[in-house]
């Protein structure tokens, strides 16, 4: 148990200083901040023809208010910290990959529907997008994450799993 | 929170706070004259624009008669209208310059040239060729100018910014610049700015203020320029209006505090995960 906190930690601290390197903000977090964007002004534009998407900005032109997708915002460090369990959990490699992809798309499916609705609660009201900017979208991606994590350790319940995980870890 | 100012950053403040108080600073409406319904104004050759920029205000140009990019450029319908080399945007450009030259004439306080990581109360300041890589912090309510004889902001998300404390607004921000500005990409910049060749900004670029270009062009790349609407100064208020583009409002996913929640959450449930394990060892 000790062992699997000092990893997860260790993985948590380790990502969230690689993701901070201007490397790699360059490389991976701006071009997926920019995807974000554009995937969630291409679904807003499906029904919305007054959508616009620049760079990590999405705007209406109609009335043109403004959501910027911020280094934060795009999802990755929720993403960071569910992967950073996974990966620290004994378990099967195949197992932790599949985990990984699965909390990845989880979250950023979340998040884009997220952005959406901050986009259009924004032009409605204000205090509304505060309230669930702050509070409801927070709990509601913090809910996914666990969810996600719990299924994946429901999955590694079969003692076959354990048993593999197990092998895995002692050496030869 | 309270900003605590260096001494040598304290004293210098409040000696540019002691030179604007002593100045006749005029009210902005009255600084810009008819300009102050512009948010864009080049000079020559043109205004040249590309992409999906969104203005709040009229963009205008004079002496020449050209303006590029509109659309796919748009005003915000009841903002303002585009101005052609007509007597309108004559007059505007004639009172930037009037405006300019007094800003120019104000006596300002030596402050460093990189303009990130410092605490400003309300004055005037003297920076040379102003760079933004960090932030800038304007502290209470008043007019803040910034004389520079460059002026650049750093590209990348989050990477310039003006943090705005204690009542200061963009709106009573002024850039005096002495050649050209160019804002960043992704660079979400603030006040009205007044050069005295071009001004250029960066793609996904947001300004809230004025870009007022005295002998240049001024250049768009999907940006969104607001026209001040707001400031301490009587007659105008702070924040966007109905119609009026927003500065882009930063969205994060998580705080601090929530994403410590969330793998302490991840953590124990893992733990329990470990402790079952064991037992059906």
């Known amino acids: 148990m000790g062992r699997f906190l000092a990893i997860f930690v260790a993985i948590v601290v380790g990502l969230f200083a690689l993701e901070l390197t201007p490397p790699l903000q360059a490389a991976v977090v701006a071009p997926w901040t920019a995807g974000l964007a554009r995937v969630s002004a291409a679904l807003a534009a499906s029904f919305d ?6 760079g990590k900005v999405l705007r209406s032109s109609t009335n043109g208010f403004a959501i910027s997708i911020e280094a934060g915002c795009n999802g990755l460090e929720a993403a960071i910290v569910l992967i950073a369990a996974m990966l620290a959990f004994p ?77 895995e870890a002692v050496p030869p | 929170m309270p900003v605590r100012l260096p001494r040598h950053r304290f004293a210098r403040a409040a000696c540019a706070s002691a030179l604007a108080l002593a100045l006749p600073l005029p009210g902005l409406a009255q ?53 052609l080399g007509d007597t309108v945007a004559q007059q505007a450009q004639t009172d930037t310059t ?9 006596t300002g306080a030596a402050i460093a040239p990189a303009l990130g990581g410092q605490v400003l109360t309300p004055g005037v300041y003297s920076a040379g060729a102003a760079n933004l890589t960090g932030t800038l912090t304007l502290n209470g309510p008043g007019l803040y100018v910034i004389q520079a004889t460059a002026l650049t902001t750093a590209s990348g998300p989050g990477a310039s910014s003006v943090v705005f404390l204690g009542g200061a607004t963009a709106c009573d921000l002024w850039w005096q610049v002495g050649s050209s500005a160019a804002i960043g990409t992704f660079s979400a910049m603030q006040g009205n700015v007044l050069a005295l060749t071009s001004i250029t900004l960066g793609t996904s670029a947001s300004l809230q203020g004025r870009a007022l270009a005295r002998n240049g062009t001024v250049t768009l790349d999907s940006d969104a320029v607001t026209a001040c609407a707001g400031g301490s100064t009587p007659g105008f208020v702070v924040g966007p209006a109905p119609g009026i583009p927003s500065a882009p409002v930063p969205t994060p996913t998580l705080s601090e505090w929530a994403m410590i929640l969330l793998a302490t959450l991840l953590a124990v449930a893992g733990v329990g995960a470990l402790r079952r394990r064991a037992k059906l060892r």
């Open chain 1, 49 to 54: 023809p007054h959508v616009l998407s620049a």
């Open chain 1, 91 to 167: 378990a099967p490699w195949k197992h932790r990959l599949i985990g990984v992809a699965a909390g990845l798309g989880a979250v950023q499916v979340l998040n884009v529907a997220r952005v959406i609705s901050l986009f259009y609660l924004g032009q409605w009201s204000p205090a509304a997008f505060e309230w669930a900017h702050l509070y409801l979208w927070q709990a509601l991606i913090m809910l996914d994450a666990l969810a996600v994590w719990l299924v994946w350790l429901r999955t590694l319940r079969a003692p076959e799993e354990w048993a593999s995980a197990r092998a």
């Open chain 2, 31 to 83: 600084l810009l004259g008819t300009a102050s319904s512009f948010a864009v104004l080049g000079a020559t050759p043109n205004v040249t624009n590309t992409g999906a920029t969104v203005v709040s205000g009229s963009v205008g140009v004079w002496p020449a008669a050209s303006i590029t990019g509109f659309p796919p450029g748009s005003i915000v319908p009841g903002t303002g209208s585009l101005h």
């Open chain 2, 98 to 106: 009037t405006a300019y030259n007094t800003l120019a004439g104000l």
